[in-house]
């Protein structure tokens, strides 16, 4: 079955150790996005890619960057994770909107990220 | 700017009975996109219905059905005959029309928990 899937599952890291997320899709869909999601919060959006080009958000710290080396895969790079970034990240990604507009964002079923 | 609001932290519901969870919307776009995800605890986020701004009819899908009411910006979510699966967290989305990738402005999310 087509799928975005997120790896791992859980990562624990310590303070400041750089950690790596990723995300694949079966999809073959141009775009794909990283959100980070607090506890009982709403998933808030970190950027997206569309094909290669990149789409950061204003308020993303410089401490979030991204790769996308094909259509396939996306890397979330924390390069010195805070206590304040243990959340669950997801990764979604969507065909570009056609007339109607209506292709909804595909998740993955997001990793849970600790900071020891 | 848009906005999303879900007024409803929690609700309780007993199987088999149907629920309205609550979605408000705000947004100078003139056309709009309106979706439901389902959150378990397990953390995937599940698309469940689409609205359309331009749609004449409201939006079914199996037990869910989605009550739009443009003139008032409401769109919220029906769960006939709940089952205990749907024991999740629910969250409304808006996206806006960019012709290129689109981004989702979420709300807070309501907790819906089903009792026997």
């Known amino acids: 079955d087509a799928m975005v899937i997120q790896n791992p599952r859980y990562q624990v890291t310590q303070f400041g150790k750089p950690v790596t997320l990723s995300c694949s899709q079966t999809?073959?869909?141009?775009?794909m996005y990283w959100y980070q999601q607090k506890s009982s919060q709403a998933p808030k959006l970190l950027f997206h890619y569309y094909d290669k080009d990149f789409n950061n958000e204003a308020d993303t710290p410089d401490n979030f960057q991204s790769r996308r080396p094909n259509t396939s895969f996306c890397f979330l790079d924390i390069r010195s994770p805070g206590l304040g970034d243990a959340a669950m990240y997801l990764c979604?990604?969507?065909?570009?909107?056609?007339?109607?507009?209506?292709?909804?964002?595909?998740f993955g079923d997001g990793t849970r990220l600790s900071i020891l | 700017a848009q906005k999303i609001t879900q007024t409803q932290p929690g609700m309780f519901v007993q199987e088999k009975e149907a629920v309205t969870l609550d979605c408000t919307y705000d947004?100078?776009?003139?056309?709009?996109?309106l979706f439901w995800y389902k959150q378990p605890s397990s953390g995937e986020m599940i698309f469940l219905i689409y609205?359309?701004?331009?749609?004449?009819q409201n939006a079914t899908e199996g037990r869910y059905s989605l009550n739009f009411q443009k003139a008032r910006k409401s769109a919220n979510l029906v769960i006939s005959a709940s089952q205990l699966g749907d024991s999740a967290m629910y969250f409304c989305?808006?996206?806006?029309?960019?012709?290129?990738?689109?981004?989702?402005?979420f709300g807070t999310g309501t907790r819906l928990q089903v009792t026997l």
């Open positions: 989305a808006m996206r806006a029309f960019t012709g290129t990738a689109s981004k989702l402005t």
């Open positions: 999809l073959n869909h141009n775009v």
């Open positions: 947004t100078s776009d003139p056309s709009y996109g």
């Open positions: 979604a990604t969507s065909s570009i909107p056609g007339t109607l507009g209506n292709q909804p964002q595909h």
């Open positions: 609205q359309g701004s331009y749609d004449q």
